[in-house]
């Protein structure tokens, strides 16, 4: 029955493709796009990004969101996805659990050659979506529920863009942003020769390139850029779930446009990550350390200027945007075993290399100036050994002495490749799309500044198109830490601590983006290498599930505990408390744990919901299994005068058989005048 349905579901596919290449005979391009919610548990997991075993979730900011284009060649009917994930880091687990639910709905038109999926690298989703152990550690394991929303979220984004498929055209344009990030590493990025540095104004790339997407009366259904600033204006304090500054600007965006979530088909704006290693968007001083309830403290303050940075840049391309990218869609993919490549001399300065077993050193257990690890133990640029971690290491995995020297200056805190299966992956995706001019590669991890500007150098000139043409699309398809060149690697700062392979990573991504590359250039496919191991009979988790939610006799969930004042200002903050169950009974996706209502003409119109900026639920554990859900509303300077409430829905967990049911709480009514 399954393999009548492929066929059916191929039939259809292959004449909707009929009838929209008829359609596209004037049009570059056949595209499509769309947007689904991937936010995972909002209370009780930790965070992912910043390693705290401290930072748990304790409610919801912004949802994340997966961004999904498709773009489709008329002429020969190729065509790929891209992909924008509000995530911290795409890991395989994720690649391999989204092209397995494509082909089963859409059999072998989409699969990993033709999908990149990049993360924004927002530092305030939470974890547990992985299957290696490493990326587990901090989150204390593998989170099903987690895994299910961002896998799901993603093949809905793809499934709405390929319903929304339509002829169009795609113009492009780019500039720089130059007052969103600064060098973190600075004592590294010296390591590159002054000849090299001397080629580029600024130690951080402030590239902005953007194409904008038109149907065939000119209408705008999308926008995608990239420009590398990391996601990590919310600190490791922040509680909240948030899109960070990537997140923010994409919200701007997407309002700008009158965008509506809960459409099928509506505008998509994502602003995708590039080569943000060693950079930092915290540039500012003197920002006030408020409250973030009352949205007045640092983290939110700073995702919102770096945000809205980031939107008027991409305002500004996309009103100007009038330079058709070309035609064509081309694709190649490979995987490159990165524990056991010979890098050519071509690649190296002279002498033929090879990569490392993974492993970790000092700096990495020492963390960022963003994000400050295990300072009382260990520090960047470190390049000693330490007796007492030797031995609590070796307790672990002894790494051997051929990698204690192919690692070298890096003195190896784990030895994660030595594990069985190994903490990290080693069978690396690299990839390369061609959307008429623009050239996109997909990179698996966090390339620092100098590293991105070599793939983009390389790959200008192995292509030949404007050098403005070629973008990096950091943090896809799988996750192997940060890739710094090979003479910052001798720094051993935080980012070379975190580059698993040793010195000579960068080199190999360079040979292998070449030759599929040149793959690409002579119509010869491309090695599909060796493939990625399927770690998810290997995952488990130390999370307590939830036992069961309750609230005080002659009470119900969704009961107020504070109402909301009778009358408020612009700009003024309503604050409402429900009796709330856990979010982790139900993750409301698509629909959210608040709604702020509007009385309109007696009928009450939703217009602000948990995915919204000026909004925020936080939930509060006050007694074994009683919590509180609250609310917050800033109320917008533009905002209509009239009456409001808020609504709040969620689900709890009956203690006495385990069973969840949905609940709903309203507020009296408020004026704002």
């Known amino acids: 029955m399954f393999r009548i349905f492929l066929k059916l579901n191929k039939l259809f596919l292959s004449l909707m493709f009929i009838s929209l290449s008829c359609q596209a005979a004037q049009s570059p391009f056949i595209i499509g796009a769309g947007i689904y919610d991937i936010t995972g548990a909002a209370a009780e997991i930790n965070m992912l990004g910043y390693a705290q075993l401290q930072q748990y979730a304790q409610g919801i900011h912004s949802r994340l969101w997966s961004r999904a284009f498709i773009i489709m060649s008329p002429d020969t009917g190729k065509r790929v ?55 587990n550690f901090t989150v204390r394991g593998f989170y099903k529920k987690n895994y299910n929303a961002v896998v799901n979220g993603i093949v809905q984004s793809i499934i709405r863009a390929h ?7 795609i113009y492009i344009e780019a500039s720089e942003l130059t007052n969103t990030s600064k060098n973190r590493s600075i004592s590294a990025y010296l390591k ?12 951080t790339d402030k590239s902005f390139t953007l194409i904008k997407l038109v149907n065939e009366k000119e209408e705008p259904i999308g926008t995608i850029n990239w420009h590398a600033v990391h996601g990590v204006s919310m600190s490791n304090k922040n509680v909240l779930i948030s899109g960070d500054n990537k997140g923010y600007a994409s919200y701007l965006f997407e309002k700008s446009m009158h965008s509506d979530y809960l459409q099928t088909k509506t505008f998509v704006a994502a602003f995708a990550q590039a080569n943000e290693g060693d950079n930092s968007p915290n540039i500012f001083d003197g920002l006030s350390d408020g409250d973030c309830d009352k949205m007045t403290c640092h983290d939110i303050q700073h995702t919102f200027i770096i945000g809205e940075r980031q939107y008027r840049k991409a305002k500004e391309l996309f009103n100007a945007a009038n330079t ?26 002279g002498t033929e290399e090879h990569t490392c077993q993974a492993s970790l050193g000092y700096s990495f257990g020492a963390g960022t100036t963003d994000g400050p690890g295990l300072e009382i133990f ?90 403005k043409h070629v973008v990096i699309a950091g943090l896809s398809n799988s996750y192997a830490g940060y890739i710094t060149t090979p ?57 307590p599930s939830v036992v069961f939610d309750d609230v005080p006799p002659t009470l119900k969930f969704g009961s107020v505990h504070l109402e909301p004042e009778e ?32 009385n309109s003409g007696g009928e009450w119109q939703t217009i602000a919901h948990d995915w919204d900026f000026n909004t925020i639920y936080r939930w509060e554990r006050i007694f074994i299994a009683y919590a509180y859900g609250h609310v917050y509303w800033k109320i917008p300077p533009d905002a209509i005068p009239g ?27 408020f004026k704002v005048i």
């Open 643 to 669: 009456t409001y409430r808020i609504k709040h829905s969620g689900h709890y967990k009956y203690g006495w058989n385990q069973q969840i049911y949905p609940y709903e709480g309203i507020s009296k009514p």
């Open 163 to 169: 319903q929304n498929l339509e002829p169009g055209t």
């Open 487 to 543: 003479e910052e690697y001798l720094q051993q700062n935080y980012e070379g601590g975190f580059t698993v392979f040793g010195p000579w990573t960068l080199p190999a991504y360079l040979q292998g983006l070449k030759q599929i590359a040149l793959d690409m250039i002579y119509q010869r496919e491309s090695d599909p290498g060796p493939l990625p191991e399927d770690l998810s009979g290997h995952t488990g988790n130390i999370i």
């Open 324 to 349: 058709p990218i070309g035609k064509g869609v081309d694709y190649r993919h490979q995987y490159l075993d990165m524990e056991n490549t010979f890098v050519a001399p071509e690649f190296t300065g």
């Open 192 to 203: 590159n020769s002054e000849e090299e540095r001397n080629q580029y104004e600024h130690n």
């Open 378 to 467: 260990f520090h960047q640029g470190e390049l000693e050994t330490d007796p007492f971690f030797v031995f609590l290491r070796d307790l672990i995995k002894q790494p051997t002495p051929s990698m204690i020297r192919c690692q070298q200056p890096k003195p190896i805190l784990l030895a994660v490749g030595l594990n069985e299966p190994a903490w990290v992956p080693h069978n690396m995706p690299v990839q390369i799309f061609k959307i008429g001019d623009l050239v996109i590669a997909g990179v698996p991890g966090e390339f620092t500044t100098m590293s991105g500007r070599r793939i983009k150098n390389l790959l200008h000139e192995t292509f030949q198109v404007p050098a």
């Open 81 to 135: 996805v891209f992909v924008s994930a509000d995530l911290g880091m795409i890991f395989q687990s994720v690649k391999q659990g989204v092209i397995k639910e494509l082909q089963d709905q859409y059999g072998d038109l989409y699969d990993d050659k033709n999908v990149m999926i990049s993360a924004t690298h927002t530092h305030s989703g939470t974890g547990g979506y992985a299957f290696e152990t490493l990326y």
């Open 567 to 598: 009358e408020y200002q612009r700009g003024e903050l309503v604050h409402v408390i429900f009796w709330a169950g856990h979010p982790r009974n139900n993750l409301e996706t698509m629909r959210g744990f608040l709604e702020v209502q509007l």
